[in-house]
């Protein structure tokens, strides 16, 4: 009789044991898909970065992406959104004045790619030193990833703003053109003042 029990303790904790097992394998299964799911709502995060940018930065900053996974390309969208945005226009110059499209936009796509991050990362330093001086020392890679992303935020604006203007003249006139401006301002003023925040509360 007492081997049967022993048996029958070993059969109930194998079964324990194996429950327990496919009790962790589920909860691993929904964290796995919960994480895709995640993953994949690229569209629900810039929502909640417009909605609230601090607490989206905040999230950003404790897990930041490398400068070259992120940052630079980052800084070359928002870079590259002017060029973009003028492409109806400079081809309408090209074909106005009848020289080639790729001369007017070598010296554009030149100054975006090169000129346009070096004043960006020269920004990020001086403000970076100014913080210092204040009192109030903040790490650069953090600074720059504010910067950068609220520059890459406004893009698509930017890059609307121009492709409308084509298909509606009346947006070019001065008073349309410096509403515009104050709203792409105003938009990047807001990421950029969320991002801040949340990097001075982590210090």
């Known amino acids: 009789m007492a081997p049967c029990r022993e048996r029958a303790g070993s059969e109930d904790a194998g079964g324990d044991g194996a ?3 496919m009790a962790t394998g589920t909860r691993a299964g929904s964290g796995a898909a919960a994480d895709a799911g995640a993953g994949s709502g690229g569209t629900v995060g810039l929502l909640a970065q417009w909605r609230d940018p601090a607490a989206a930065f905040a999230a950003l900053l404790a897990a930041p992406p490398g400068e070259g996974a992120r940052l630079l390309p980052w800084l070359l969208g928002g870079a590259l959104a002017p060029l973009v945005a003028d492409m109806p226009a400079l081809a309408g110059q090209a074909a106005g004045e009848g020289v ?3 001369g007017l936009l070598a010296g554009r796509l030149m100054a975006a790619v090169l000129f346009v991050p ?3 990362y020269g ?3 001086v403000v970076w030193v100014l913080l210092r001086l204040g009192g109030r020392p903040v790490p650069g890679a953090g600074l720059r990833l504010v910067l950068f992303r ?3 935020l406004v893009a698509p604006l930017v890059i ?3 492709w409308a203007a ?3 003249p009346v947006l070019t006139s001065p008073q349309a053109a410096l509403l515009l401006g104050l709203a792409i301002w105003s938009a990047f003023l807001w990421q950029l003042a969320g991002g ?3 990097l001075l509360r982590r210090g």
């Open 123 to 125: 920004l990020a330093a």
């Open 100 to 102: 080639p499209l790729a």
């Open 166 to 168: 084509a298909l509606w």
């Open 19 to 21: 429950a327990a097992r």
């Open 196 to 198: 801040l925040r949340a």
């Open 150 to 152: 609220s520059l890459w």
């Open 118 to 120: 070096l004043l960006f």
């Open 160 to 162: 609307l703003r121009g």
